[in-house]
């Protein structure tokens, strides 16, 4: 089982900055992907971030160039952080952290969300 924990998030004015972290705990052997998504109100969620355990990112057109992926791997812990700068008032939206896990099967694990909030 691994475990989740998000922080970060908040209320930030056009153009500003914010920073989300999620680190997980636990059984982290075999961790692969770790990633951030968000969901706006209506909307379907989407991806926003991914990097592997080697290291390969991807991001969404949308955020391309203005955030970033970064990972580090601990002997207990792997923490993702997500640094989003020119924040947009369409980046609104609760932000979930991802992990895919492989250990003898496929196992997916989700953050609580955090509340992301641009304007003015």
């Known amino acids: 089982q691994v475990h989740v924990a998000e922080s970060g998030g908040g209320l930030v004015q056009p153009g500003g900055s914010l920073r989300l972290s999620c680190v997980a705990s636990?059984?982290?052997?075999?961790?692969?992907?770790m990633g951030w998504y968000r969901q706006a109100p209506g909307n379907q969620r989407e991806l926003v971030a991914t990097?592997?355990?080697?290291?390969?990112?991807?991001?969404a057109d949308s955020v391309k160039g203005r955030f970033t992926i970064s990972r580090d791997n601990a002997k207990d812990t792997v923490t993702v952080d997500l640094q989003m700068n020119s924040l947009k008032p369409e980046d609104t939206g609760i932000y979930y952290c991802?992990?895919?896990?492989?250990?003898?099967?496929?196992?997916?694990?989700w953050g609580q969300g955090t509340q992301v909030t641009v304007s003015s």
């Open positions: 990097v592997t355990s080697g290291g390969s990112h991807d991001y």
């Open positions: 636990g059984s982290i052997s075999g961790i692969n992907t």
């Open positions: 991802h992990v895919y896990r492989y250990y003898l099967a496929r196992e997916d694990y």
